[in-house]
């Protein structure tokens, strides 16, 4: 049993490098004009959706009430945050060798502190793109802004967007989980 704490990093580290290979984030534009909804991903590196349109197609929603396109190779986070992960993926590893309550205590609340900031930025991201719209819009509504929700569900115009984890987001959130039960094993046996 000494070999727990290990199994379950090493299964926390598969969760979390996951994310070099599902989206991040799922934000689902569902209206009348798209019964099935348009789905845009996050991933740690680009921004795109079910087809190679589906970037423009969101770009040509907002140019209508004034918001700007969505260009991925002007988000900064999107050229470092895969180096980001792999250093989180490198301490990981870390952790797992030293074997010690406080190692993976120390990664999982550095993963959080560091996710914490992340939500953070994509809110400020948001809300940019939400709020700072274009005066010679088509459409202008009075007082109306257009951010999409962090997280949950929210009806903008005749639109409702939906934002939540998707695949990688998830798995990473479980390798936080994971290496919490590591450290209240190892902690347990110490």
Do not use: C
Request: aromatic fraction near 14%; glycine fraction near 8%; avoid cysteine.
């Amino acid at each position: 049993m000494k070999w727990l704490p290990r199994l379950l990093m090493i299964l926390g580290l598969a969760g979390f490098l996951s994310l070099f290979a599902f989206p991040l984030w799922r934000i689902t534009l569902v209206a009348p004009q798209y019964p099935t909804g348009v789905r845009m991903y996050i991933w740690i590196n680009k921004i795109g959706g079910e087809t190679a349109g589906t970037l423009q197609n969101i770009n040509i929603l907002n140019h209508y009430v004034g918001m700007k396109f969505i260009e991925p190779e002007s988000i900064p986070e999107l050229s470092y945050f895969p180096y980001v992960v792999l250093a989180l993926g490198l301490l990981g590893l870390l952790a797992m060798v030293i074997n010690k309550p406080w190692a993976y205590l120390g990664w999982a609340l550095l993963v959080i502190i560091l996710a914490a900031i992340g939500i953070y930025d994509f809110y400020l991201w948001e809300y940019d793109y939400g709020h700072h719209l274009s005066p010679t819009a088509p459409i202008k509504i009075p007082g109306a802004s257009y951010q999409p929700p962090v997280i949950g569900k929210k009806t903008i115009l005749n639109f409702t967007a939906y934002s939540y984890p998707h695949t990688g987001g998830i798995l990473a959130g479980i390798s936080i989980i994971l290496a919490l039960v590591a450290f209240k094993i190892k902690k347990s046996w110490s």
